[in-house]
């Protein structure tokens, strides 16, 4: 597991700086980007083996429409992408745990923020088929 | 329209005089059979009967042409029920010109009864409609008597009542008609600007709601903004928390462990109560549930499960009794599932220990009703009208339990009443609660 790239995108710094502490002290290599934008570049200089994506950052969809970007792109399509949200309580979207499957969102696996960090760790590993 | 009713009044007022005639009817033939026994006039029986009988069928009809409209539902049935309600009145008005005519016209005092249907008309259709109601009244009743003063038709007077043929004297005749015609219009007059005055009060109390609602909106979506920007705050902080207590960031000597402790466990309330604030006013603004068919046995096992150990804990027993054969319910699963989970949780949380939790359920042809029985501290009275209210906790409630969010019952209550069921308690302080609940059941069409 060590040397997993794991790539967070969420503009708001304190939740990436935490995330990042508790990837990184289980060995885990972390990058982050504020933006789908920087997202991109960063991925261009490096593929990374799981990302971590919020829902709102720019916009209130940006993370859903990268997310559907990312399964289209056929160098990108078969990372695992793990969705952050509180935005489940802002706006009334109910999402079930199989969401993921469904084509509008495909996305592997929904956190709701606080994450705590056994689940996000546990979460990962399961990801990333450690 | 021109008047204070909403659909579903105007069709309760239609049935209201259906039930009206059905007595009318039988007055009419119970009083033609008191009056022919009493003045010997047989003449005057049977037309009476006949119109009684007519009555009655007319009647009947009306109820089954009622009783269809209701069940169209789709058809703008103000308007049908409005045009119904005009046809009765006028149909009514022709049969007691009949009536009047076979006991004795001008001479039999019930004519006066025309008035009945003035003033139902001015109360259930509008001004103009009311006035041509009672011009038909008028008219029908000054044909009656021109009619009978020109003899052009029989005059049939009650034989043994009168003495005199009040119906040939012009002054009589005259005089009753006018003081008549302008009794049904002042009538109407009076009636119906009683009726324009309430409508308008209606109308401000309806625009007052509307604006209440608005505020309340607003208020709901400020709420909103305000737990989802704290909270995301919150979310930060706990996760730093989380990082120190977990040891991520290094050790910690032990006064620093217990304060992190401390700011943890405060950090994780407020959290919950933000969550659970955000999930009310959430459901108080889009008023929508997500919907499906779902086991309600299933619901309240899972809601068991979540409490055992925490009644174990307390030697309290818990039981269910469910006496239901279908237990199907259309509606969100979680959402009653956390309800009943909520109920059972404070039951055992204001239950001293060995005392007892017990669930019934139990239906009827609408409704499954869920009742949760505890032998608890119970709720003060005067405050058994609150304890739904957002951030109420009864007085007994915060001794026991100084935390809580106050905002359980809330949510329970938004459940319930969003699946269009009830939510109340029963309780004597000192002896325990009861709190039931109401869902109504799935009818498979």
Redesign the interface.
């Known amino acids: 597991m060590a040397n997993q790239k794991i790539l967070i995108v969420d503009d708001?710094p304190?939740?990436t700086y935490?995330?990042q502490?508790?990837l990184e002290?289980h060995g885990y290599q972390v990058d982050s980007a504020v933006n789908s934008t920087t997202a991109k570049s960063r991925m261009e200089q490096e593929k990374p083996d799981l990302i971590i994506l919020d829902v709102m950052m720019d916009t209130m969809h940006e993370g859903f429409d990268f997310d559907r970007e990312l399964k289209h792109h056929p160098e990108y399509k078969d990372i695992p992408v793990l969705m952050l949200t509180?935005v489940k309580?802002?706006f009334?979207l109910?999402f079930k745990p199989e969401a993921g499957n469904q084509e509008w969102l495909p996305v592997e696996e929904f956190l709701d923020?606080?994450?705590?960090?056994?689940v996000l760790l546990e979460k990962v590993e399961k990801l990333l088929g450690n | 329209m021109e008047t204070i009713l909403d659909n579903e009044q105007f069709v309760k007022r239609a049935f209201w005089l259906v039930k009206l005639r059905w007595i009318t009817a039988f007055l009419l033939i119970g009083i033609a059979y008191v009056i022919s026994k009493l003045f010997d006039s047989a003449s005057l029986e049977i037309p009476l009967y006949v119109i009684g009988a007519v009555l009655l069928a007319y009647n009947f009809l009306l109820y089954l042409i009622l009783r269809c409209l209701v069940r169209l539902h789709d058809i703008p049935l103000g308007r049908a029920i409005n045009r119904i309600i005009i046809l009765q009145i006028t149909a009514d008005l022709l049969i007691l010109t009949g009536v009047i005519y076979y006991s004795g016209g001008v001479e039999n005092p019930f004519f006066f009864y025309y008035i009945f249907h003035v003033i139902i008309s001015s109360m259930l259709l509008s001004r103009r409609m009311s006035y041509l109601q009672a011009t038909l009244a008028v008219f029908l009743f000054g044909l009656l008597l021109t009619l009978e003063y020109f003899k052009i038709i029989r005059h049939r007077p009650i034989a043994g009542f009168l003495d005199v043929n009040l119906f040939q004297n012009t002054y009589y005749v005259l005089g009753v008609f006018v003081v008549f015609s302008t009794t049904l219009y002042l009538v109407v007059y009076m009636t119906t600007s009683i009726v324009l005055q309430l409508r308008k009060q209606q109308d401000r109390y309806k625009l007052l709601n509307l604006e209440l609602n608005k505020k309340d909106r607003i208020k709901n979506e400020y709420l909103l903004s305000v737990s989802h920007d704290i909270k995301s705050h919150m979310a930060v902080i706990k996760s730093c928390l989380d990082i120190l207590s977990t040891h991520m960031a290094g050790p910690l000597n032990e006064k620093q462990s217990e304060l992190v402790e401390r700011a943890d466990r405060r950090a994780f309330k407020s959290i919950a109560f933000l969550s659970t604030l955000l999930k009310l006013t959430r459901m108080r603004l889009t008023g929508k549930i997500e919907r499906e068919r779902f086991s309600l046995k299933q619901c309240i096992y899972n809601a068991f499960a979540a409490i055992e150990e925490k009644a174990e804990f307390k030697a309290i027993s818990v039981t269910y009794e469910i006496y239901v054969k279908k237990d199907t319910v259309f509606g969100s699963p979680l959402l009653i599932e956390e309800t009943l989970r909520n109920l059972l949780i404070n039951a055992v949380k204001y239950t001293p220990e060995n005392g007892t939790v017990s669930l019934y359920v139990t239906e009827d042809n609408t409704f499954f009703t869920i009742q949760i029985t505890d032998t608890g501290i119970g709720i003060p009275s005067d405050e058994k009208d609150k304890i739904f209210d957002e951030f109420y906790r009864a007085e007994n409630a915060r001794k026991v339990e100084k935390d809580g969010t106050g905002l359980g019952l809330s949510i329970s209550r938004e459940v319930v009443q969003r699946h269009g069921g009830a939510i109340w308690v029963s309780s004597h302080e000192g002896t325990g609660s009861t709190f039931s609940f109401t869902l109504p059941k799935y009818k498979n069409a």
Not at chain 1, 113 to 118: E, G, H
């Open positions: 708001d304190d939740i935490t995330m502490m508790i002290s509180a309580e802002r009334g109910d923020k606080p994450v705590k960090p056994t």
